[in-house]
């Protein structure tokens, strides 16, 4: 079993930036990549990035990069989503998941195996 705790979201204005923490607990936590996806209002859950601890590999959503920056600190077994230049339309609940590593950059919700319980980001125009 996998435990994921999101923290760092809140209310931001457009052009700003935010920092996504997400801890990860259990005995096999480090042998899954990890992942972030958000989910707007009335919306499917939708990709972010990914990345296998240590930073192999990551990967993101088209509209997100150059914005958005994924990184993991093994020590302390957290995952990054450091977030700049937001827009009104990143805003959503962010969750953090943990899946498979054949499964990193996968953009399919069902591909995780386990996620955290998300954590609000609003960006006001």
């Known amino acids: 079993q996998v435990q994921l705790v999101e923290s760092g979201g809140g209310l931001v204005q457009a052009g700003g930036s935010l920092r996504l923490s997400c801890a990860a607990s259990g005995r096999t936590s480090s042998t899954y990549a990890m992942a972030w996806f958000r989910q707007a209002p009335g919306k499917e859950h939708e990709f972010v990035s990914a990345?296998?601890?240590?930073?192999?590999?990551?990967s993101y959503k088209d509209s997100v990069k150059g914005r958005f920056t994924i990184s993991t600190d093994s020590a302390k077994n957290t995952v990054y989503l450091q977030m700049s230049s937001l827009k009104p339309e990143d805003t959503a609940v962010y969750y953090c998941t943990a899946r498979t590593p054949y499964y990193t950059s996968s953009p399919l919700w069902e591909d995780n195996t386990y996620w955290g319980q998300g954590t609000q980001v609003t960006v006001s125009s």
């Open positions: 990345i296998t601890w240590g930073g192999r590999t990551t």
